[in-house]
Structures are given as C-alpha cells and as structure tokens.
C-alpha cells in the first residue's frame, strides 16, 4: 500500500491517537503537537557582503531565515514568498542591501537584505522554477533569471520588466566574470561560455559533467568546476583548457565550490557524503576540514565578508559555522527552520515513546521520548535525494515509502524500503 507524504506548516506533528502498544486506538484525537525534529535541509545560503552577521538561508519547504547576529538566532522573514522552497539567493555587490533569491515559482528581491520581499516574476517568470540567479558586478538592476526546463530571462531595470535571451533548457549554475561582465559561464546540459553578455554561447570541456562552478573575482579566466563523480577540474584561459586538481580529495561529487574572500589560492569544495575540504594552493592538494562537523552531504558554501576564515555550509540537514578558515564548525541551524515534507512516521509497537520518521531529505531520525528529542540514525542509511541521485532517477520509485521495524527486534532493527 502506498504511503501518503504528510506535509507539515512547521515541525512533524504526531497525533493523539497514533496506536498505543496494545493496538487499540484513542476514542477521539482532539490535540494535535509539534515535536520536531528541528532544523532540516539548508538548499539555499548567503552572506551579507557588507555585514556579516546577516546571513540568509532557504529552505526546500520552510522559506526563508535570516540572522543578523551570526546565528546566534534566527527569524523566518518573507511572508510573501507564495512558494517556500528556495533555490538559491544572490546578493549584489554594488548595492550589498539588494538581494535577489529564486524560488519554484518564480524570482523575489529584497532591497533591505533580505528583511523583506517583493515579487518581481511578472508574466515571464511567475510560473518557472528559478535555479540560478547572476547579478551583474555593477549594476543591481541588471539580472540573469535561469529557470529549470524553460531557459535564461534578463532584467535590466530590477524585475519591472524581463526579457527571455533565447537560451533555452535548464539553467542549474549561471556566473558572471567580475572582471569582464561580457563574460558568462552556464552550467546547463552541458557546460557553456558566452563572450558577448549572453547573445551567443559556446560549449566549455571540461571532460566530466560539471555540477558547480567558481570563478576568481581577481583574475579573469581563472575557473573551478565541480564535477559528477570526477572531483575538481581548473582552467586558466577561461575555459579553452581544464586539469583535474583532485588530490587529497576523498569524495569526488563536488557540489559546490568558494573561493575565500582574502585568497585565491584557498578553496572550499562542498561534497556529497564526505563533507568540506579546502586547499590552500589553488587546487594542488586538497584536506578535509570538518572538525565538529556532523553532516557528509553539503549542499552550499558562503563566507563571512567580514572576518577572514569564517564560512557557513549549508547541509542536510543543518547549518555550520566554521572558524579558522574551517579548522573547526558549531551548529548554528535555526532551531525553528521547517524540516520539510514527512512520508513516513512509526511508533514503536511496543514502547510508544519510541517514534520514527523519514522523508526525501533528512534521511531516518529516531525519538526515544515522544517526539521531544530526535536523533539521526547513523544505521547506514543514506537520504533519499542521495539514493535517487545514485540512482540516477528522480522517479517516485527512489522516493522512501515505507518504513518498517522488526516485530521481534524492533529497537535499532528499521528497514527503509524504496
């Protein structure tokens, strides 16, 4: 029997009259409670480049949170964002207060950072998934949209008005070149260049699939791809030639590649299922920096513009803060961030304080008191969006339906079937 997904407005809510260990059912479920488990997957992540204690996170179902003490707390801000799964979020650099974030139905801008927001989609956008967003190095108004399936638009007077460039597809990375803003790199199906601002494209060969790109923002031409199974690859005339600089790295998806705001010799990689890694030297070696750092799936990077050696990574599930350019992290996930969409819950047969639950991102979490603490099960399961990109499918079928414990050892004996 196929299992429904519970969608929750805040936290998992269990009900009154789940079964007791006899079997029988409450007479009535008059009460319901939110339990948790906090926090969840960060899919979004940005600093504010002039002030650093704001940091703004987007969440697959929870919208938006922002801090302005460094994490120390957090507030959920963008009421008016219709759809809360965020994509992504750009700040300007000409124009720090100007932040753009892309969201499953369409584009929003904040001219406060990030404390308030406006719907700038229009016609062309209000319908589209915006994956990527590029703002231009000096000019706030002017902005690349890239959409999941239906191309890249352009504004050129902050969202009043966009018009679609002709470049069709998917959009999952768009980065503009600091130094030469006539420069665009697109990771698309494939991987593309464009020298004259967007009118035409050229395709880029790295010689893997590339997920993430980084550009250096003090010298042109000088690029990091993350890449699908094949680690870091770098180029140096701007894309014509590429090097594998993959040494010291232990997890070879790279999701997500920043370079420090003070060198460009040390990079920050984001991996899947093996955490953070930096180099010092531009790519030539490359060490885990992951100190207090609970999470293996990493889904964003951003750095503190303020205090040199200080990064936040986005993971899932939760948020890290690191110092010493990584040499050690702290939790600092909002504590009230929606953990996103439940499939699958089971109370213990036998001990109902006892509870389970699963979705497509948090992977397993088990409850041994009713639901007021949890703790993710390190019983060797990976999160579903892992399974699913191992997969290589994004079908129902790699989605967690079911999950179900042993009757004759049900403590520590789950079995997640997909």
């Known amino acids: 029997m196929k299992s429904k997904c519970l969608p929750v407005s805040a936290l998992v809510l269990l009900f009154s009259f789940a079964f007791s260990a006899s079997g029988a059912a409450p007479d009535r479920a008059s009460a319901w409670k939110a339990i948790g488990p906090s926090g969840g997957t960060i899919n979004a992540l940005a600093v504010h480049p002039t002030n650093a204690d704001t940091v703004l996170c987007g969440t697959y179902y929870g919208g938006i949170y922002r801090t ?6 957090w507030q959920p801000v963008g009421r008016s964002v219709v759809y809360p799964r965020i994509r992504g979020f750009a700040f300007s650099r000409s124009s720090p207060g100007t ?17 308030n927001w406006t719907s700038i989609s229009g016609t062309l956008l209000a319908q589209r998934v915006v994956l990527s967003i590029a703002i231009h190095p000096s000019s706030p108004n002017t902005v690349f949209a890239g959409s999941a399936g239906h191309g890249i638009y352009k504004t050129t007077n902050g969202g009043a008005t966009w018009t679609f460039t002709g470049r069709t597809g998917y959009a999952y990375e768009f980065a503009i070149d600091p130094l030469n ?5 697109l990771v698309a199906d494939g991987f593309w260049k464009s020298t004259d601002g967007g009118a035409t494209w050229s395709a880029l060969s790295p010689g893997a699939t590339v997920l993430a ?21 770098k180029s140096t005339d701007g894309g014509a030639t590429w090097s594998a600089a993959n040494k010291g790295l232990t997890a070879l998806e790279v999701r997500k590649i920043a370079l420090a705001r003070t060198s460009s010799a ?22 885990a920096a992951r100190k207090g750092f609970n999470a ?6 951003a750095f503190d513009g303020q205090t040199a050696g200080t990064l936040y990574a986005a993971c899932s599930p939760g948020l890290y803060k690191g110092k010493g350019g990584g040499a050690s992290w702290t939790s600092v996930a909002p504590s009230n961030a929606r953990v996103g969409e439940i499939r699958v819950v089971v109370v213990h047969s036998k001990n109902p304080l006892i509870v389970y639950l699963t979705n497509s991102t948090i992977g ?11 703790k993710a099960l390190g019983m ?13 499918s994004g079908h129902l079928q790699d989605q967690a339906r079911e999950l179900r414990l042993s009757p004759r050892r049900p403590v520590g004996s789950g079995f997640l079937f997909i």
């Open 68 to 73: 302005t003490n460094g994490g120390g707390s």
């Open 99 to 115: 932040v753009y974030a892309g969201t499953d139905q369409g584009i929003y801008r904040s001219t406060n950072g990030g404390a």
């Open 181 to 185: 803003s006539k420069f665009l790199y």
């Open 213 to 233: 790109l980084a550009l250096d923002p003090r010298k042109s031409g000088v690029l990091y791809a993350g890449t699908y199974n094949s680690g870091v690859y």
């Open 266 to 287: 040390t990079i920050y990689a984001a991996t899947l299922l093996d955490g953070v890694f930096r180099t010092k030297n531009g790519g030539a070696n490359w060490v």
């Open 296 to 301: 293996t799936d990493v889904m964003r990077i």
């Open 364 to 374: 397993v979490y088990q409850s041994k008191d009713g639901g007021q603490t949890w």
């Open 380 to 392: 060797g399961f990976m999160s579903i969006d892992a399974l699913r990109r191992n997969s290589g």
